[in-house]
C-alpha cells in the first residue's frame, strides 16, 4: 500500500512541475518537484527548492503544522547515552518523508501530519556511547538505480546499512544482513578505532556508496586513525575502494609528508557532507585538518590532502584534481561543509563549476571537471613561525576572486571602537596578542610577553559546517559566516597526558566590559554572483550586541549575533523569493529565553521579509517540501536534553 501512495503521488505532482521545470537540469529536477531527496536538496548541494506558496507577503503567518518527537526518546534509559545537538536533514521522496535521529534510528512518516509509518532501529547504541561527544547522527542518504530504492546510513556505531525504502528493514543482499562493519577497510588496523565514527550521512554516486568519518585526537596520544574514505558497491556492499586522505608509501604526494609522518598522522578526515556530478560520475570530498591541528612538528611538510578539495571518480576512486586551501594548516581551517556546484557563465564562457566555502573567509572557484581555477589563486608570503619544532609553509593559497566575504587577519584598526573609552579599553587587551594577516600562526603562551595569537576568521569559521547555497535560477551563492576572533596559544600538556610537546589553548570571547574586540558585523550572510564574482550584498545577521548598556545611547543598527557559537548551526534555504534561517532568541530577546526565531530576507535585496517565533533551539538545516498541494518547511532542534524533535511549518489553512 505504500508503495502505490508513493508512486500515485509522484505521478500527481509531475504534469505541474514540468511546467515550470521542462528546461532544468535533471541533477536538479529533484527540488523543482518539490521533494528534497539528499541532504542539500540534490547532490550538487543547493539547499534550494522552487517552491513559491510561502514568500515575502506571507512567511510571518506561517505557523506549526506538526511536531515529532525523536524515536531517541524511547531507547531503554541504560542504553541512552547523551547526545548532542539535534541536526538532522528530513528526506522527502514521492509522498513520504524519512528522518534519522541522533542515535541513528532512521523512521518513516508521513510528511502531512507527523504519523510514523515504520521504524528503523541499527541498535548501535549497544555499542556504547562513542569516545568523543557530542554524538550526533546528522543525515542519511537516498539512492536509486530506476527500480530498487536504498536509504543508507552510517551509524555512530560504526556501521554502513542499506534499508529498503518501503519497509524499513535491512536489505539482506547487502554486507551482512544489511550491515557493512566500518572499523574495517582502512588498511591499517594499528591505529586506536575507538577514536573514528560517523556524523555526516554517506553519498551514493552510481553503484558506489561514499563513507567518509568524523575523527579528532582528543586523546592527544596520536592513535587516531587516518581519515581514508572508503566506497562500496550499493548492491551487495562489498568493499570497492580506499582513498588515502594521507598519501602512503609509492603513492603520489607521500613525500609532502616529511620524516616518514605519514605513518602515524591520523585525522585528515571528510567528517562533513560530501558533493557529486552524478552525470559525470565525480564525488567532491572536503578534507580537514590532520594531528595536531595547531602544531605540525611531527608532520612537516605541506601535508598534501590536508585541508583539501579532491574530485574523484566515483567507480573507481581515481583522484581526478585536487586543490589545497591550507599548506601544512596550523589554524584548524579544515574544509568544513559540502562543495557547492553549479554552471555558470563566465565572460560568455560556461562553465561546470564548483564553489567551495572555507573557514578561511575565502570562496574558491573551479572548473568541476578539471580543477582549473575560474579565477586566479596566488601564492603568497606569510609569517614564519617562532616555535619550536615547527616549520610553517612559506606561502599560502590567496583567491584574487570572489572577494574574501569576511575579515581576515587582525590589526588594530579591526579593534571595537564605539566610544573612546571602549576604543582604549580595547587597544590596551590588544597589546596581550599576537596580530597580524591571515596564516600568522599561533605561539607559545608567554612568549615576548604575548598571551596568544588572535586568529581572524577563527577556527569556528569564516563559513563552517553550514556551508552555502546555491540559487540554480540566478548562479548566485549565498554564504553565511561567522566573524569571531579566536585567542589562541600553545601550551605544554601536563606530564604524562599527550605524546605531543605542546596542546592548544584557546579563548572565544576576548573584548571589553563583555563586547567583541573587533568591529561588526559579527554574524553575516554575503550573496554573490558567481557569473561575475561580483559581492551583490552583504547583510549583518542577528541583532547582537547593540542592546549592551554600554551602547544602547548609541541607537545602533543590526551589528550580527556575536557569541552564539553558530558554526555547527543550519544555515539557510532558498526558495522563489527568500532566504530563511533562524537565530537564537537569547541573542535576539532575552538571555534567558530557550527558543528561536525563524526568520526570512528577500533573497534579492537581503531585506527582512518576516519572522515566527519558536519554543525550541533550533539545530539543523532548514529544508522545504511540497505535501497534498500544500508548502512545509522543516527543521530539527533540541538534543541536549532528550528533548530532540523536528517542527514542521506552513500556512494556515
Not at 562553465?351 to 601564492?379: C, H, M, N
Not at 566590559?513 to 549583518?540: C, F, M, N, S
Amino acid at each position: 500500500m505504500l508503495i502505490t501512495q508513493r508512486k500515485m503521488l509522484f505521478l500527481c505532482l509531475l504534469p505541474i512541475a514540468l511546467v515550470t521545470c521542462a528546461e532544468k537540469q535533471d541533477a536538479q529536477e529533484d527540488t523543482y518537484l518539490g521533494q528534497w531527496r539528499h541532504a542539500g536538496g540534490n547532490h550538487f548541494s543547493e539547499k534550494y527548492t522552487a517552491l513559491e506558496q510561502i514568500d515575502v507577503n506571507n512567511f510571518s503567518d506561517m505557523e506549526i503544522a506538526w511536531r515529532w518527537q525523536s524515536a531517541d526518546t524511547r531507547i531503554p534509559e541504560e542504553l541512552h547515552y547523551s547526545t548532542g545537538d539535534y541536526r538532522a536533514i528530513p528526506l522527502v521522496i514521492e509522498g513520504v518523508m524519512y528522518v534519522n535521529t541522533n542515535h541513528g534510528q532512521i523512521v518513516a512518516m508521513n510528511p502531512g501530519t507527523g504519523e510514523e509509518l515504520w521504524v528503523f532501529d541499527p541498535e548501535s547504541y549497544r555499542f556504547g556511547p562513542p569516545l568523543f561527544s557530542p554524538a550526533q547522527t546528522r543525515g542519511i542518504e537516498y539512492w536509486t538505480d530506476g527500480e530498487i530504492e536504498r536509504l543508507f546510513v552510517a551509524t555512530l556505531g560504526k556501521q554502513l546499512v542499506s534499508i529498503d525504502i518501503d519497509t524499513g528493514q535491512p536489505d539482506p543482499n547487502f554486507g551482512d544482513g544489511g550491515y557493512v562493519d566500518l572499523k574495517n577497510d582502512f588498511g591499517k588496523l594499528e591505529f586506536e578505532m575507538n577514536n573514528i565514527t560517523h556524523g555526516a550521512p554517506p553519498i551514493a554516486v552510481g553503484t558506489s556508496v561514499i563513507v567518509g568519518s568524523k575523527i579528532y585526537d582528543y586523546t592527544m596520544n596520536n592513535r587516531s586513525p587516518p581519515g581514508h574514505v572508503r566506497a562500496y558497491d550499493t548492491y551487495t556492499g562489498q568493499f570497492k575502494w580506499r582513498f588515502n586522505t594521507i598519501p602512503q608509501e609509492g603513492e603520489a604526494y607521500n613525500e609532502t609528508w616529511e620524516d616518514d609522518s605519514w605513518r602515524v598522522a591520523g585525522n585528515t578526515n571528510v567528517w562533513t557532507f560530501m558533493s557529486a556530478d552524478d552525470e559525470a560520475g565525480i564525488v567532491y570530498l572536503p578534507v580537514s585538518t590532520p594531528t595536531n591541528d595547531y602544531w605540525g612538528g611531527f608532520r612537516l611538510g605541506e601535508n598534501v590532502y590536508a585541508e583539501s578539495l579532491v574530485a574523484l571518480d566515483a567507480e573507481t576512486g581515481e583522484r581526478l584534481w585536487h586543490f589545497q586551501t591550507v599548506h601544512h594548516g596550523l589554524w584548524d581551517y579544515d574544509i568544513a561543509s559540502a562543495p557547492n556546484l553549479v554552471d555558470i557563465e563566465v565572460d560568455g564562457r560556461p562553465i561546470k563549476a564548483v564553489a567551495q566555502v572555507s573557514k578561511t573567509g575565502w570562496t574558491y572557484v573551479f572548473d568541476r571537471l578539471t580543477g582549473e581555477p575560474v579565477w586566479p589563486i596566488e601564492e603568497r608570503p606569510v609569517p614564519p613561525s617562532n616555535v619550536p619544532g615547527e616549520r610553517t609553509h612559506p606561502t599560502q593559497p590567496h583567491p584574487t576572486w570572489p572577494l574574501a566575504f569576511e575579515r581576515q587577519g587582525m590589526t588594530e584598526e579591526d579593534l571595537i571602537d564605539f566610544t573612546p573609552e571602549i576604543a582604549a579599553q580595547a587597544l590596551e587587551m590588544a597589546q596581550n596578542f599576537v596580530l597580524g594577516p591571515i596564516f600568522t600562526p599561533p605561539v607559545v603562551a608567554g612568549t615576548n610577553g604575548k598571551l596568544a595569537t588572535l586568529f581572524l576568521p577563527g577556527a569556528g569559521g569564516g563559513a563552517s559546517f553550514s556551508g552555502a547555497n546555491i540559487d540554480p535560477e540566478t548562479n548566485i551563492l549565498y554564504v553565511p559566516s561567522q566573524t569571531r576572533p579566536y585567542a589562541m596559544s600553545l601550551v605544554e600538556p601536563p606530564p604524562g597526558t599527550s605524546v605531543w610537546p605542546y596542546v592548544i589553548q584557546v579563548q572565544r570571547d576576548v573584548g571589553p566590559q563583555g563586547l567583541p574586540l573587533v568591529k561588526p558585523p559579527y554574524r553575516r550572510i554575503t550573496a554573490i554572483d558567481l557569473d561575475t564574482g561580483e559581492h551583490v550584498w552583504q547583510i549583518p545577521f542577528g541583532r547582537g550586541p547593540a542592546n549592551h548598556p554600554a551602547l544602547q545611547h548609541l541607537d545602533l543598527p543590526d551589528l550580527g549575533s556575536s557569541f552564539t557559537d553558530v558554526s555547527g548551526e543550519g544555515g539557510l534555504l532558498i526558495t522563489k523569493s527568500l532566504l530563511i534561517s533562524y537565530l537564537a532568541q537569547k541573542d535576539e530577546v532575552d538571555p534567558e529565553a530557550k527558543g528561536s526565531i525563524l526568520v526570512a530576507f528577500n533573497k534579492d535585496t537581503g531585506e527582512k521579509a518576516g519572522q515566527v517565533m519558536v519554543d525550541r533551539r533550533l539545530h539543523g538545516p532548514v529544508m522545504s517540501y511540497l505535501h497534498d498541494g500544500q508548502q512545509y518547511i522543516a527543521v530539527a532542534g533540541g538534543g541536549r536534553n532528550n528533548d530532540a524533535e523536528l517542527i514542521v511549518f506552513a500556512l494556515p489553512q
